[in-house]
């Protein structure tokens, strides 16, 4: 029951949300291009996507001083209807911004 309430409380901020949406559209992502994308910096990002990689929703990969997120896979059931429901939300999202100097 505590994974269960850990993931609902991961679902209950607007910001995370949009990240989560965002990430399902864009494909595995550089926090520098989250920081970007959404106007934010880089501890608030890298706190929300801390939150959605423990509730069992994103993966990371590190390359060199970049890490990149992604939806991780495989996604439980209760998961993946999550975000097929965030799907029909009109979210209104920005750009994917890519200033990392890859």
């Known amino acids: 029951m505590e994974i269960f309430l850990q993931t609902i409380g991961a679902l209950n901020d607007d910001t995370r949300l949009k ?3 965002f990430i399902d559209l864009h494909g595995a ?12 910096i880089q501890s608030r ?5 801390k939150i959605l990689k423990d509730a069992g929703f994103l993966s990371v990969e590190r390359k060199g001083r970049w890490a990149y997120y992604s939806i991780r896979s495989p996604l439980d059931r209760f998961r993946q209807n999550v975000l097929e ?7 209104e999202l920005p750009s994917l911004k890519s200033e990392c100097g890859k």
């Open 85 to 91: 429901e965030l799907s029909y939300l009109d979210i």
């Open 45 to 49: 990002i890298s706190r929300h996507l």
């Open 29 to 40: 992502v550089c926090v520098c291009e989250l920081e970007s994308s959404f106007d934010m």
């Open 19 to 21: 990240l989560l949406r």
